[in-house]
C-alpha cells in the first residue's frame, strides 16, 4: 500500500465526490418530482397521460442508465440539440429514477383506501385538499423505505457517468488506475468514497422510515 | 316554522343493472332525528352515500335546504362541509392526531383561526370524555374511542345534518353504549340527523321518525312506537322478529 499516492490523489477523488453528489442530487430531486407525478397521474387515472406514464415508466425502468446516457450524450447532438455532459447526467438520472420512483410512491398510493378520500371530501375537502392534506402524506410515508432504496440505488448508478466523461469517482479512479498503475490504492479509495457518500445516506434512512412508521402507523 | 333542511324526491340509484334504491322520498326537518332500519343490503347505507353524492344517482333529486346535491357539482364541496358524515370505520387520518384530525377541515376548508376551533374542539371531546386524548394518534385509540372522536370532528364543521352509516358495527359490544350516548346527547341538543343503525332499543329511545327500507323502497315509517311496537306491514314484522329472543 502507497500511502504516498493516496496522499497525493485524495485531493482528486474529493472534487469527483462533490461531482458525484452534486449530480446524484440535483438527477435524484427531478426523479422525485418525476415520480410523484407519475404517480399522482396514474392514482387519478387521468386518461391519455396515464397511458403515456405507463409507457414512460416500461421505458425508462427496461433500459440500461448506460443506453440512457449514451442516447442523450451521442444521439441528441445528431439531431441538433446540443448538450454537456453535466445535464446529461442529471436528465439521465431524473429519467431513470423518476420511474423507479414512481413505482414506490404508487404502492404508497395503493396502500390507502378509497374510503379515507371519501372522508376526506364528505369533510368538503375538494380535490387538491384530500390529495395534499390526507392522501399524500399517507401514501408518502409508506413509500419511505422503497424511496430510500430508489436513492441509494440511483446513487450508485452515477458510476455509469464515466463513460460519458464525467469526471466523477468512477472516472477518476479509471483514470488514475491507466496512468500509475496503482489498482488496489485506486480501487480502495473509490470503495471507500463511494461508503463516505451512501453510509450516511442509509443511516438516515433507517432513522427516517423508524421515525415515520411510529408517528402514526403501525396499526 | 318547520323547515325542512333535506329532502328527497324519487330518488332512484342503479348499479350495474341492479336496482339498490327505487323512488325513495324523504324529508328531514331541523331538530329531527330520523333512523332508518331494515336487512343487510336494502339500501341504507347507500342511501345515505347518496346523500352526500359519493354515489352516482339514475333519477331524482336531493336537496340540502335549498341547493340540489348533485355528485360533479361545482359547489359540492361548499355543500359537503354542511353535511356531518361518520362511517362504520371511523375513517380518521392515521398521520394526524386526534386534534389535528378534527382542526384539518375547520382550518383548511373553512379557515377559520386555529385557536378558536381548538377551543371548540377541546369542548367537544371534553363532553365525550376524550379531552386527554388530543395528541393521541387514532392508532392507541380503542373503536369506541375512535369513533366518538370522528363524530367530534364532523361536528366542529358546525353540520346543518349529521348522518351516521352504522357507526356502532364494526364495534365491540361493551363500546356500543359510549358511541349512543354521544349521539342521544346531540339528539336532545336538537341536532337534526340522520342514522342508519341495527340497534332497535337505541332507535326507540333517539328516534323522532323511523324508516323501514327493503329492496331499495321504504316499506313503511312512522314513530318508534307505531313502526317497532305495532308495524303494519307482513315484512316489517318479520324483520322485526329477528331482534326478538322467546324462550
Partial sequence: MNWEYIHKFLPLYEKAAGLTIKLGVIGILFAIIIGLACAVIQYYKIPVIRTIVAIYIELSRNTPLLVQLFFLYYGLPKVGISTNAETCGIVGLAFLGGSYMAESFRSGFEAIDQIQEESAMSLGMNTYQTMRYVILPQAVSISVPAFVANIIFLLKETSVFSAISLMDLMFTAKDLIGLYYKTTESLILLVVFYLLILLPVSMFGTWFERRVRYAGFGT | MEENILTVEHL??????????????????????????????????????????????????????????????KNLAKIREKIGMVFQNYELFPHLTVIENILLAPVKVQKREKKEVREEAVKLLERVGL??????????????????????????????????????????????REVLDVMLELARQKRTMVIVTHEMQFAQAVADRVLFIDEGKIMEQGTPEELLQHPKTERTKQFLNIFHYEK
Avoid: H, W
Avoid at chain 2, 339498490?20 to 324523504?26: E, G, Y
Fill in chain 2, 12 to 73: 332512484r340509484k342503479e348499479y350495474e343493472g341492479n336496482v339498490i334504491l327505487d323512488d325513495v322520498n324523504l324529508s328531514v326537518k331541523r331538530g329531527e332525528v330520523v333512523v332508518i332500519i331494515g336487512p343487510s343490503g336494502c339500501g341504507k347505507s347507500t342511501l345515505l352515500r347518496c346523500i352526500n353524492a359519493l354515489e352516482n344517482i339514475q333519477s331524482g333529486t336531493i336537496r340540502l335546504q335549498d341547493e340540489v346535491i348533485e355528485a360533479g357539482a
Fill in chain 2, 131 to 176: 379531552k386527554d386524548k388530543a395528541e393521541s394518534y387514532p392508532r392507541q385509540l380503542s373503536g369506541g374511542q375512535k369513533q366518538r372522536v370522528a363524530i367530534v370532528r364532523a361536528l366542529c364543521m358546525n353540520p346543518e345534518i349529521l348522518l351516521f352509516d352504522e357507526v356502532t358495527a364494526a364495534l365491540d359490544p361493551e363500546m356500543v
